[in-house]
């Protein structure tokens, strides 16, 4: 299961129940922290192919010693920031050519996708 932290923002001498103020308690996850040759080995296999699925990714878990949700998570937050880049890549080139870039849904979109990373450990 995933490794959670105390309850966030209550009394631990308060008395548990469905009574109590606030309601039921909220657990914090545990963000994982990758060792240094774990980040180069994905960054690696990130560059080889942005979308890591089935035994290849199972293999790749086993590997660097983490789980396949980790490896999971991992994929598609950096394929967020994969997306980040190329977007701002995209209009440095274009302010270089005087194009005005408009607001596009495009950049909305990135926006939202940051806030729906997932950082677990299990």
Known sequence: GLELSHCVGTNPLAPA???????PCKMKRVRTVFKPE???????????????V???RVDLAATLHLT?????????NR???WRKQSMEQKAAKLSQFGVIQPATADS??????????VDVEL
């Open 17 to 23: 129940g469905p009574w109590r103020s606030g309601g």
């Open 38 to 52: 774990q980040l180069e080995r994905l960054e690696q296999e990130f560059l080889k192919q942005q979308y890591m």
């Open 54 to 56: 089935g035994t290849e």
């Open 68 to 76: 396949e949700t980790q490896v999971k998570v991992w994929f598609q």
């Open 79 to 81: 394929r967020i920031k």
């Open 108 to 117: 909305t979109d990135i926006k939202d996708h940051e806030e729906d990373t």
